[in-house]
Antibody, heavy 117, light 107 residues
Framework: QVLLQESGPGLIKPSETLSLSCTVS????????WSWIRQPPGKDLEWIGN???????KFNPSLKSRVTLSVDTSKNQFSLNLSAVTSADTAVYYC???????????WGKGTTVTVSS | EIVLTQSPDTLSLSPGERATMSCRAS???????LAWYQQKPGQAPRLLIY???SRATGIPDRFSGSGSGTDFTLTISRLEPEDFAVYYC?????????FGPGTKVDI
């Protein structure tokens, strides 16, 4: 059973860049699409973007200008960078495996990120 | 983008009862590209249904999905205590991928 684990700072300041990583264990990152999703407190789930193991990406247009996704197959990891954060970026961030870039069949437990000075 | 609306907001039911919830899309979801997820407090969502009606691996057959076009339904035939949670629909027929606001099933 593939396991995903998010890691990164829990608190960052406004205007900084949020950086999160997701480590894939008990399975290979190769051959699959991977995704980031977030859930602000009391709000809906929001898809951020997908990355294929080869590096191809697709983004939510609402965040595209601020998002960078990368993958490191040697470490079985993929990462999210979100620039110029504001309090609206405070959320639980999930990484997930996304089947053919469509629906998420395995999720990480999520990591809470708070944007505050 | 396709906007998903779920109803009702909350279903108050008892174990053993049938739960039926709706997900309505603002436009046709092509090829019934719709999934359902279950989320319990403090946990990540879990995939239940994809392709509108296909159960994910390990999902009990008391969970069933149906629908096409703009109207989709998730049914739990007989509620077990562990089924009390929030249920989200997600469309993947067009980009961006979008989620509904959820239906909470509580006692």
């Amino acid at each position: 059973q593939v396991l995903l684990q998010e890691s990164g700072p829990g608190l960052i300041k406004p205007s900084e860049t949020l950086s999160l990583s997701c480590t894939v264990s008990s399975g290979s990152i190769s051959g699959y699409y991977w995704s980031w999703i977030r859930q602000p407190p009391g709000k809906d789930l929001e898809w951020i973007g997908n990355i294929y193991y080869s590096g191809d990406t697709k983004f939510n247009p609402s965040l595209k200008s601020r998002v960078t996704l990368s993958v490191d197959t040697s470490k079985n990891q993929f990462s999210l960078n979100l620039s110029a954060v504001t309090s609206a970026d405070t959320a639980v961030y999930y990484c997930a495996r996304i089947i053919w870039g469509l629906y998420m069949d395995v999720w990480g437990k999520g990591t809470t990120v708070t944007v505050s000075s | 983008e396709i906007v998903l609306t779920q109803s009702p907001d909350t279903l108050s039911l008892s174990p053993g009862e049938r739960a039926t919830m709706s997900c309505r899309a603002s436009e046709n979801v092509r090829i019934s590209y719709l999934a359902w997820y279950q989320q319990k407090p403090g946990q990540a969502p879990r995939l239940l249904i994809y392709g509108a009606s296909s159960r994910a691996t390990g999902i009990p057959d008391r969970f069933s999905g149906s629908g096409s076009g703009t109207d989709f339904t998730l049914t739990i035939s007989r509620l077990e205590p562990e089924d009390f949670a929030v249920y989200y629909c997600q469309q993947y027929g067009s980009s961006p991928l979008t989620f509904g606001p959820g239906t909470k099933v509580d006692i």
